[in-house]
């Protein structure tokens, strides 16, 4: 953390300004929106996926970097020392490394994004000016005007990050066309994934009421199934010993973080997705009270109800109605 505060600093002044990852006073939240309106803008995207960006840093040209802005013993000593010391695997075996920074180290996003600032950033404020991206530590989009745009530039970052001992992933690195009502175009891959969210044509409504196909994030499926998987494992059904008042304040925590995260854009999906939670409070209200057993619908209509002079109980609820 001393390191971290001695190098946070001084970078910050020189990092790019669409860099967005573990920097003070930028979020997730920050460089969705960017992305969602410069997809508005062009009709192209490239969605780069590093292979194993963390595991494969280069130490000699990492700590280049590092040393074009401090020349600062201790903290070159120190960044050496962590970047060079084994890893203790779960078998108590020590295992030596040859390159990457140790996840989970408090100084390792600073390092990966030094790191990034020179072999992505400036390199395409250099090369290709016109050409607007976001980048959250590995993960980035670059927004182009056309498809032969984004091809050569795919071709042209394979050998720039070759350049830096890093590989884009053949299979998750795509190029995606930004279909919506005004781009009547064709083409196989018209979504990618950003932070949590899924990028694609959707239904929206305008000012004036009238819908359209809009281009727009909303959480993932990926996303939704890990908080699905989640409040499976909290069993909420099988808590008869809990009144619904404590179940809501045991689950509000992690409930509210959701919301606040994967609800800023078009929440109706999270709605749809977080369903599951109002199935599980339906089983255990049938469970603990004996008039409810076998009247699913009546359980229903009592927690329609229930949100209506409670709206406040579970976080979920203000994203919409519960369905039956």
């Not at 030596?96 to 030094?114: I, K, M």
């Amino acid at each position: 953390m001393v390191v971290k505060r001695h190098l946070e600093p001084i970078l910050e002044p020189v990092f790019h300004r669409d860099s967005y990852g573990y920097r003070p006073g930028r979020s997730a939240h920050d460089a969705l929106v960017k992305a969602r309106q410069r997809c508005w803008v062009h009709d192209w995207v490239l969605d780069l996926d590093i292979k194993s960006f963390f595991d494969e840093i280069d130490w000699d040209l990492l700590m280049r970097a590092v040393r074009l802005h401090t020349d600062c013993p201790w903290v070159l000593l120190y960044l050496e020392r962590w970047l060079r010391a084994p890893v203790k695997m779960p078998d108590g075996v020590l295992e030596d490394r040859e390159r990457g920074t140790p996840q989970g180290a408090v100084v390792s996003p600073v390092l990966a994004n030094l790191f990034l600032h020179y072999a992505f950033d400036r390199w395409m404020q250099r090369e290709y000016p016109n050409i607007p991206f976001e980048r959250y530590a590995d993960d980035a989009i670059c927004h182009c005007a056309s498809e032969a745009q984004a091809l050569e530039l795919r071709q042209a970052l394979e050998q720039r990050l070759a350049e830096c001992r890093l590989r884009l992933h053949p299979q998750k690195t795509k190029i995606v066309y930004c279909k919506d009502a005004n781009r009547p175009g064709e083409y196989p891959e018209r979504s990618f994934d950003f932070l949590g969210y899924t990028f694609r044509p959707r239904v929206a409504s305008g000012r004036n009421r009238k819908r359209f196909v809009s281009f727009i994030p909303a959480v993932s499926d990926k996303a939704a199934k890990r908080m699905r998987q989640e409040v499976r494992r909290w069993r909420l059904h099988l808590r008869s010993d809990l009144e619904l008042e404590e179940i809501a304040k045991w689950v509000r925590p992690t409930l509210a973080g959701w919301v606040r995260y994967y609800g800023r854009f078009y929440p109706s999906k999270l709605r749809e997705d977080l369903r599951t939670i109002d199935a599980f409070i339906v089983r255990w209200v049938s469970r603990k009270y004996k008039r409810f057993r076998g009247h699913t619908l009546a359980v229903w209509d009592w927690l329609r109800s229930l949100r209506r002079r409670n709206p406040n109980l579970f976080a979920h609820w203000a994203l919409g109605s519960v369905a039956g």
